[in-house]
């Protein structure tokens, strides 16, 4: 395999959609995501999913899962809870287990998918109402009946559940490191929300990396992540601001990178990827410190996908 190219330094998982965060020492990997990472999501009275571009208040929704629950093979009993905190706001919890009879909401949408989905109950809901001033539900996604192809262009045949586009989202410390260096304030990884930040490579490596594997698992990237208006969101107070892309479209645009190809207006901050042979059964784990191996490596920004 020779010498690692760089060691994970974090991993992070984000279960409902938007909303802040939880860094953990491992997880175990799907084809979807990691465990548990975008299950839920909240919708608006028209089924459609509300996120941080439009609801910039949902970065400051903490979501903890139980202990154990990121352990493989860990399942939930009726004491198992999903644990949602806000300002101003009294604590939510949402069941793990669903309920026999579970409602589901049908004509749910993200993006250019539509589908149902596990209706969260009115508690859930009014608790979201409240806090974002608008009707509002919160749903998981149905496993059992429903599928999210992530775009053929780029990988046919992978799946994810409330994800933007892809189950995993790779970012180097070098990469932050190097933004940070030029901005008048830096900004810490959470602007850019990613799966696995990884360090002791050169800034933008994970650019040009078509396929990494990470102890058992073996990792595609498939897609550089043209990133929206959410890193000028700061995540300790929900407010808007025109860093770090101010300053990421003067290098990290398409028009810098890719100037002979179409999206020179996006500007892109990280490697989307997917994860091939993991199936039910076949249980892989990525930990903190993982050595992180490039098997693939292409030459150029030509060769990317944008």
Known sequence: MGEAAAKVKSIFIYPIKSCR????SEAPVT???FMWDRQWLVVNSKG?????R??????LVEVNLPDGAISPGWKPNKNSYLMIKAPGMDDLKVPLCRPPQSQT???????EWSGSAFDEGDEASKWFTNYLGKPSRLVRFNQELETRHVDPNYAPGFRVMFSDGYPY?????GSLDSLNEILKEPVPINRFRPNIL????EPFSEDLWKEIKIENSTFHGVKLCARCKIPTINQENAVLGGEPTETLVKFRSGKVLCPDRKGQG???FGQNMVCDDVHEGNEKIIKVGDPVYVVKMLTSYNDTST
């Open 21 to 24: 965060g939880i860094t953990v």
């Open 31 to 33: 084809s979807t995501g």
């Open 48 to 52: 459609r999913a509300c996120t941080q």
């Open 54 to 59: 439009v609801d910039p208040k949902l970065c």
């Open 105 to 111: 909401c049908d004509d749910v949408s993200v993006w």
């Open 169 to 173: 989202l790779v970012v180097s410390q």
């Open 198 to 201: 990884v360090d002791g490579c």
């Open 266 to 268: 996006k500007v892109y």
